[in-house]
């Protein structure tokens, strides 16, 4: 059985379908559900992993959850191999917190807020959600609804960083400035881009092997 998050989803989905055959017409909805819970589950341990070894816990804690329920609503680009996805999410979260420990001493937080949090509200406004091949699940009253859930989220996500450490509000801020720079036509052009070179290195990688 192949463990990768689009087929486990499919699996589950199917046996569930099976045993409820009602559930077929929302079976779209209840996969990308599945898909988005295995992946975020596969990205806990191994953000939590690393985070304990770094001594980075409670901020990776902190980046994981905030980016995950953001993104759940707002979309965005995304790689479309399971491992890139992984490989670059856990990349994005170790960095976002790492960083933010050894910024907090020099950064003014304050003042880069000021400038941040008006631009993601707009964009947010502006683009979300974006949702790609996902999109034909969810009808427009859904995606509206998404987009003030997701302005919601962004907006509760900046009140708080307004009252707790300043580590703590570094990584709030560049979770909300990444996530909202994946659903702009720049981020996702570049993300897209980046994901098909990895695909054709790839192939090239195993054309060569198998030479």
Known sequence: MNWGPKDLAQAITNEVI??????????????????????????????????????????????????????MFSGGAHFSKFHHCLIASVMLIFTISFTSKYLSPMLDIIYWQLIAYPIVIFFVWRYAPILFKKEAAFSDSQKQQNKWISISIALFLMIVSLF?????????????????????????????SIDKILIKKEIDLNEKVSL
């Open 18 to 71: 099976a045993h409820e055959s009602s559930f077929r017409k929302v079976s779209g909805k209840i996969r990308y559900g599945l898909e988005m819970m295995i992946i975020l589950l596969y990205q806990v341990f191994i953000v939590l992993l690393l985070g304990s070894l770094f001594d980075l816990f409670f901020l990776t804690v902190l980046c994981l959850l905030s980016l995950s329920v953001f993104r």
């Open 164 to 192: 707790i450490p300043k580590t703590y509000s570094i990584v709030i801020m560049q979770v909300l400035v990444y996530q909202t720079f994946t659903i702009t036509p720049i981020g996702v052009f570049i993300i897209h």
